[in-house]
């Protein structure tokens, strides 16, 4: 069968502050088990006077691409870091839209944000521009309230290759490995001259050493 569109391309947000292997595992094994073309990670906009130990924009940006330098099928996307201002989602995947108009898009997020995801800004518009793509723990069966059932009994497939077949309009649950690794744990390591191996990886490690981004 003739496709009229591209095979799907993933996006996932995070303020990556630094990235770490929490952040890298779930995105490589969503992008391998969907067969996306490429998964994009894509650091949130941080206001500058929100905390002064935080990474730079640059910083972050640097660490992302050190983190996946030698893995091709994830990439960088600064569409929204490079905004003058924080950005709502659903304008943030308008704006991708209009950049990839024949690509789906799957955007991906935790189950945390499923259960929550009715308190979003134009939640209702946002599966207009996207599929989501939901990842958690294995066996993990949350409560959803009446907003989000609905919704999910409205758009949830189980079929990976719909993702690639339609431009928007599904979610799709996908297990993934949950590290427990955080951001404001490898800082506070970082601020009391804690070693940080092993939680990121090893570039990031000594770039973030060399910065001093945490101390």
Known sequence: MNKKHESAIGFLGGTFDPIHFGHLRPALEIQEALQLQSLYLMPNYI??????????????????????????SLQLNTKELLRDSPSYTVETLALLRTQYPNTPICFIMGMDSLINFDSWYRYQDILKYCHLVVSHRPSWSPQ????????????QTTDAAALHSSLNGYIYFQSTTQLDISSSQIRKLCATNQGIDFLTPHPVCQYIKEQNCYT
């Open 144 to 155: 959803f309230n009446e907003t989000v059932s609905t919704m999910l009994d409205e758009h």
């Open 47 to 72: 206001a500058p006077h929100k905390a002064t130990s935080l990474a730079s924009t640059e910083q972050r940006i640097e660490m992302v691409k050190l983190a996946i330098q030698n893995t091709p």
